[in-house]
């Protein structure tokens, strides 16, 4: 049985970087061909993707959060992470890693249904207020 579990601060400061950690049980997160991804959800709207790290170490961003968000790993404690810099109070939402399965020669380069993933962590609220 595969597990994620979001982790990090629940509360960030305006203009701050948020932080937060997913830590995978039963399964390796460089097994080929898991994509370990964010997805959020802010009050009251639906979920927005923000992006996937691949079982290879190379990571993509919805280009809605590009130029603000890095995804990166520590294969060796099989977790991923995800850092949202200069966050506004519009970044408080519900945080959730998932694993989703890609296989050889597919592109994945946007959203997809939330039936399309394999699993989910329980998710994370973070808020961000001063």
């Known amino acids: 049985q595969v597990q994620l579990q979001e982790s990090g601060p629940g509360l960030v400061k305006p203009s701050q970087t948020l932080s937060l950690t997913c830590t995978v049980a039963?399964?390796?997160?460089?097994?080929?061909?898991?994509?370990w991804s964010w997805i959020r959800q802010p009050p009251g709207k639906g979920m927005e993707w923000i992006g996937y790290?691949?079982?290879?170490?190379?990571?993509y961003y919805s280009p809605s959060f590009r130029s603000r968000t890095s995804i990166s790993r520590d294969a060796s404690k099989n977790q991923f992470t995800l850092q949202l810099s200069s966050v506004t109070p519009e970044d408080t939402a519900v945080y959730y890693c998932?694993?989703?399965?890609?296989?050889?020669?597919?592109?994945?380069?946007?959203?997809?249904?939330?039936?399309?993933?394999?699993?989910w962590g329980q998710g994370t609220q973070v808020d961000v207020s001063s």
């Open positions: 998932t694993r989703r399965t890609v296989h050889a020669g597919t592109q994945w380069d946007g959203p997809v249904s939330r039936n399309d993933y394999d699993y």
């Open positions: 790290i691949a079982f290879s170490g190379v990571p």
């Open positions: 039963g399964d390796s997160i460089t097994t080929p061909y898991y994509y």
